[in-house]
């Protein structure tokens, strides 16, 4: 099992910058790659990006491309997600998740999720 806990969320205004944390504990040697996910009221569970854990690939969707970036520490086993120039549109819960396999963009891939946290970009 792996267990992941994020931090980091909160209410900024627009154009502002938050860093997303994610700590994973566990069989963490299990984890193929991270991501973050997110989901806005009444709508899906979006893909925002991920991260291999060992080469450190990184992939993003179009919406925050060049807005967001996906670092990782392995000797810390987290896994960031820096936000900047956010907009309103990026208000969601924000999950954290870790997969066995290479399937990136799929959430149903994703063995293990956090709890999230809120995220609200205020205009």
């Known amino acids: 099992q792996v267990q992941l806990v994020e931090s980091g969320g909160g209410l900024v205004h627009t154009g502002g910058s938050l860093r997303l944390s994610c700590a994973a504990s566990g069989r963490t040697s299990s984890i193929y790659a991270m991501g973050w996910f997110r989901q806005a009221p009444g709508k899906e569970r979006e893909f925002v990006a991920a991260i291999s854990w060992s080469g450190g690939n990184t992939y993003y969707a179009d919406s925050v491309k060049g807005r967001f970036t996906i670092s990782r520490d392995n000797a810390k086993n987290t896994v960031y997600l820096q936000m900047n120039s956010l907009k309103p549109e990026d208000t969601a819960v924000y999950y954290c998740?870790?997969?066995?396999?290479?399937?990136?963009?799929?959430?149903?891939?994703?063995?293990?999720w956090g709890q999230g946290t809120q995220v609200t970009v205020s205009s």
């Open positions: 998740a870790a997969t066995r396999t290479g399937l990136l963009l799929v959430a149903a891939a994703y063995d293990y």
